[in-house]
């Protein structure tokens, strides 16, 4: 059965998704939810997603919400090299200590940027705090400049071999380039791991996919 992801196109949660799709060869559809009549919040899609938020995957049946869970699902399912397997108990410590650095300094930075500066604009919801730019403009440098001394030893950030925790980065990073685009040239060795993984066919395919 084809897969069912429920999500918004150009929401960043269910781009990380799209994206670990377009590394697969399953077949999949997905399927709009419709934020500006706040379907996330109805009672039907409450039942698939309790906490209102895009994207849920349907997989024959079998849900699973949360965009990073559902892109560790689908690298399990269709066997992806972009995580290692449990057996490899120290690569997949790397891979998970990755995971983590993004979630815990990148995202928080990335995200609160986004709303800033594009969000608040799009919604018609008033200029962006500038001193919330700028806090989180400067700690998202920071998390750069640490990013730059582990990629300086190794090409990607849970050893040699690209993994989910590198792909993890481009929904919401392509947006802050956007805003700021020396933000990923400022240290070699980032601009070089950013360079790759825009380069990567899944995300210039999504990119170029119609919406
Ligand atoms: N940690 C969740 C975050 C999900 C999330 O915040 N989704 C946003 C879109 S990127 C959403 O549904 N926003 C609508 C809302 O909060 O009402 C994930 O990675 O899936």
Redesign the pocket.
Known sequence: MVLKLYG?AQ????Q?VLLTLAETKAEWELVSVD?ANRE??SETYLEKQP?????VLDDNGFLV????A?ARYLARKFELELMPPVTDLKGYALFEQACSIEQSYYDPNVSILVYEIIIKARRGLGPPDDGQVASRLSQLEDTLSKYDVILGKQAFLAGDSPTLADLFHLPFGVQVEQAHPDIFTKHPSVKRWWKALKARKSWTELVERPV
């Open positions: 918004v929401s960043t949660c269910t990380r934020f996330h919040k906490v209102g938020k895009v994207p919400y949360e965009s990073r559902i």
